[in-house]
């Protein structure tokens, strides 16, 4: 019990003295986890819009199917990625293995269903009646569109954080497809596995806790966003 | 001739198997305000929704300004940049009441500056510019529905597209809504066509009264001659004549006729012939009570008993039995006057001229 106080206690050293190499963990976690819901936000809005205003033959199964990727294994998906990322899968020519670059493309995997189908039911909620009031106001499909996203708008930051979430806090596909590499590759979630497995409970503990202090900042912010 | 700003051509729609407008051919002219009235589910929406382009029709020609709007989506689009159209329940978007008036504007790609001005003489016009700010969702029915019109009035469309513009609103914000209206109208020589399911309503605001009734346009006119001479029961009975007899043209002396209604003779003005069947509409308000036969030049002149009398402001309502239901309005002082009350013996008189004859299909 004693040794995990003093572990408790250094990791709070470790993070109000800035320590490098936690400071450096905690920003590549950051880093990545951002580009990847940026990536994935560029592709899920607009491809959310093209399925919720089109029409098309098996529409409603696309949508289930969408539904039933929320909860994906990371492990899967890590899997995947490796596969393909490989020497002998089919963009193994990129060498991308075992970069900052391959965790990202996991990630974005790994959130597209979720970002599609949150942002598939937030647009799901504006009503028929906006559309029309739009385009008899003149607005053009472009136009319609843009508005229902801002009209829709609340739902979509939930969606884009909810995603966020999901891709900061997955360990499955940086440890197989990142490799966890000192310096390079190594994550928050990565080095907390390895930290505590070999011992060093202190490193563990205070990323940790900026894991959760990560979260509580991201809740705060969407709460802000949900009362306005 | 000019060419009308709207024509439609046996415009044809139906949905889930039904006919919902049938066959229908209207032309509106420039500055012309045109209202559309009819009950409920008559396809007085749906028939706006079609001219603002928003629906196809499954049939007919719609042209604006003299081309066919279904020859490209283009066209349409532009064509609906010159209307507006104020939606039967109003939706604000989620943004500021100025932005919300801004939005057309915008999406025709007006300078901020115009936009501005535009934007704050319109809440000007509706007496909102202290709203300017607020969340147009936070706003109450009336608000919504004031803001309805700013939006669609701040585009300068060249016609106007109402969808009872004052049905789901109290008094006070109805008569508000009314004048705003009257005053663009004026103003802006903008062509309307408006639905509404008050009559009343039609015949303040437009110069001509198109009458719906279950997908068919029945009757077009000016409001006088839809309100003095409707074109059957159904638009007699919408209009507000409340007392429709059946009879027969019993003989005829020129344009005068003797109809017989239940075995009581009624002297009426009509074109008809003997034999043929019709309905009598009176209005209540050109029955006149005495407690003693009138020598007076109304050739009607018919005994009968009070059966009902109830005082609605300053009118009173009486029902009278003279061998079949008559009501008639008089004002409440000489109701009182007369003391009429249930179980009065009255004679109801009324002018032949006063009386309009329909034939019955
Ligand atoms: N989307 C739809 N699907 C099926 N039927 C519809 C649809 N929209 C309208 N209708 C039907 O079409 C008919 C005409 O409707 P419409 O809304 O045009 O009537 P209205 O004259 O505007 O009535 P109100 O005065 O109540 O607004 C109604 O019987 C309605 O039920
Ligand atoms: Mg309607």
Redesign the interface.
Known sequence: MGELWDGFLKALELIYTFDPEVMQIAGRSLSIGLTSIVIGSVICIPLAGLIHFNQFWGKRFLVSLIQTFYSIPTVVVGLFVFVMLSNVGPLGGLGLLFSPAAIVVGQVLLITPILLGLVISAFRGV?Q??L?????????GW?VAV?VI??ARFGVMAAVIMGFGRAISEVGISLMVGGNIRGVTRVITTAISLESSKGDIELALALGMILIFISLVVNIIMNRIQQK | MTVPLIELRDIYKTREGRDILKRISLRVSRGEVLALIGPTGAGKTTLLRIINLLDRPDGGELLFNGTDTASSDKFRLESRRRMAFVLQKPVVFNSSVYDNIACGLKWRGIDRHQITTRVNDMLEMVGMTDYCKRNARTLSGGEMQRIAVARAVATNPELLLLDEPTANLDPVSAIKIEETLTGIIRQNAVTVIMATHDMAQGQRLAERIGVLADGELVQTGTPGEIFTRPGNRDIAEFVGMENLLEGVIASCEGEMALIDVNGTMIEAVTDCNVGEEVSVGIRPENVTIALSRLSSSARNCLPGTITWAVSSGPLCRVEIDCGFPLVALVTKRSAEEMGLEKGIKVYATFKAVSLHVIRRR
């Open positions: 009503d009646t906006i029309d009031t739009a385009r008899s106001m003149g607005a053009s136009q508005l801002k009209e």
